[in-house]
């Protein structure tokens, strides 16, 4: 019997990553390639496109040479991209732009005006809410500057779409990244004329919008001979990394929510029913024809970790940093810590965000405002997630991956602070292997997206600690209001 694998790719806003899983779910191999941010003024993040087309091809090479796969045992390879990115590109399919992508701010102006004005109608068609983060935002601020790029584009895309056009030559895009753009009127499955006229850009400068589990074959020969694959591969589509890190860790059914925090973080779960919330506070992005997906994301997750570790100046390894925690009871001995140092998303929408400690005294060492950080972010999701129970009611277990997930210790802080059971899958690509799944749905080699869940190689569960649970629910309390008396100031 012959072997056959799989192949997720994952194009995040850090690196590209490929992973190989047999159809089990099992890690084989695994290739990461950095990908480059730039700041070219304040409040603007760019990544360069053809870098990241480059370094998605290197992944994939590096890690079909690691897996030591032979002709023919790859059946199939799926997509994972991040959301919320936009470039302006010409006739010819080559970048007018950079990847102008969801961390710049830069069109915070049209999103306050937009959301004074015409916010709830748009954010109700289309399920996005409106933000510097959201392409259609990031459109109008080029049409308001008369950005040359945006004036000399023929065409729209995600880094997603750019990096399927450079391979294929094709212009497609996911129901999900279209959700993510601000164009996409969830409720008809098309491009939004009314949205379009706003941002003065027509449907034929987007990409024909397709479900995650179209087929896309006949990549470029070339291409194929530097990834180390044959042209006669099927490429799936798939679709973005918060709906797909959501399959890929099995948390797809009522009830069932997974929680992601890797560098930013998000809390989301998957619905029959698009819903909105009337506070504008959480999204709901399309995935299949049957299925949406409803969450917030959070600007501040590892980064936050990140910018406390080189405030600090220090020198030992992440691990080291939050074991320093561990000698600090829960409440941080009222130090309170809200994690708003890179704006915000969810809950607040508001690119003016700022971080703030509060209860502070002489007696705080090093280790209570290492606690009080991870409680912050915590707390924050906690927020969010209070807002997701608004739509879709209170969650039944928590399904977790992302960065922090290797930390025991804020595992257990997760579980104490929502009061459920969290679970772990052994491997933390789960939006890649979300992404390989879909694939495998779409050639045939798996049934149904459910099935899933059986396989999808867990860890152990743990469980919450009841005196901590309602420590913690009365330190929220404080960290709640604390939050909204904040948001006059910022």
């Avoid at 049957?290 to 990140?306: A, V």
């Avoid at 409440?331 to 209860?359: C, D, I, T």
């Avoid at 080699?445 to 396989?455: L, Y």
């Avoid at 860890?459 to 209001?481: Q, W």
Wanted: hydrophobic share 40%.
């Amino acid at each position: 019997m012959s072997k056959e694998f799989v192949i997720g790719l994952d194009i995040g806003t850090t690196s590209a990553k490929a992973v190989v899983f047999n159809l089990s779910g099992n890690l084989i191999a695994e290739s990461e390639e950095m990908i480059t941010s730039y700041y070219p003024q304040t409040g603007w993040v760019e990544q360069d496109p053809n870098e990241i087309e480059r370094l998605s091809v290197q992944a994939v090479r590096n890690v079909t040479k690691k897996a030591n796969v032979k002709d023919g045992e790859i059946v199939t390879l799926g997509l994972s991209c991040a959301m919320h990115s936009v470039i302006c590109v010409d006739k010819q399919g080559e970048p007018l732009s950079k990847a102008i992508i969801w961390a710049d701010g830069r069109s915070k102006v049209q999103a306050e005006n937009l959301m004074q004005t015409k916010g709830m109608k748009f954010y109700e068609k289309t399920g996005l809410p409106i933000h510097p983060m959201s392409p259609l935002t990031k459109l109008l601020w080029m049409k308001e500057t008369e950005y040359e790029p945006y004036k000399q584009a023929a065409y729209f895309m995600s880094v997603k779409e750019f990096v399927i056009q450079k391979w294929f030559g094709q212009r497609v895009v996911d129901y999900s990244m279209a959700s993510a753009s601000g164009l996409f009127n969830r409720h008809s499955f098309q491009w939004d004329e009314e949205t379009l006229a706003l941002a003065d850009i027509d449907k034929d400068q987007l990409s024909k919008i397709v479900p995650p589990t179209e087929i896309i074959k006949g990549i470029k020969e070339d291409i194929a001979v530097a990834m180390g694959i044959t042209n006669e591969l099927p490429f799936v589509i798939g679709s973005a990394d918060g709906q797909l890190a959501n399959l890929g860790i099995g948390a797809i059914l009522p009830g069932e929510v997974a929680v992601t925090v890797g560098t930013s973080g998000a809390i989301r779960q998957f619905t029959k029913k698009a819903q909105i919330d009337q506070k504008h506070e959480t999204f709901c992005y399309a995935f299949t024809d049957d299925y949406s997906i409803i969450g917030g994301p959070t600007n501040n997750g590892g980064i936050t970790l990140q910018w406390l570790k080189e405030l600090l100046n220090y020198e030992g390894s992440f691990d080291e940093l939050t074991k320093e925690a561990e000698r600090v009871s829960p409440g941080a001995e009222g130090m309170l810590f809200h994690p708003y140092v890179n704006g915000e998303r969810a809950p607040l929408w508001n690119q003016s965000a700022k971080g703030n400690f509060y209860g502070v005294t002489i007696t705080h060492k090093k280790e209570h405002f290492i606690r009080a950080v991870l409680e912050g972010i915590t707390f924050n999701l906690y927020q969010i997630g209070k807002a997701l129970e608004r739509v879709a009611g209170e969650p039944d277990k928590l399904y977790v991956n992302g960065g922090l997930a290797r930390s025991p210790l804020w595992l257990q802080m997760l579980a104490d602070v929502f009061g459920k059971e969290v679970y772990v899958p052994e491997s933390h690509h789960s939006a890649a292997w979300g992404a390989a799944w879909t694939a495998l749905v779409s050639t045939g080699k798996a049934e149904s997206f459910e099935d899933i869940k059986k396989n999808v190689p867990m860890g152990d569960v743990v469980k919450p600690n009841a005196e901590n649970h309602k420590t913690y629910l009365s330190v929220y309390e404080k960290y709640e209001d604390i939050a909204n008396d904040l948001s006059t100031y910022f």
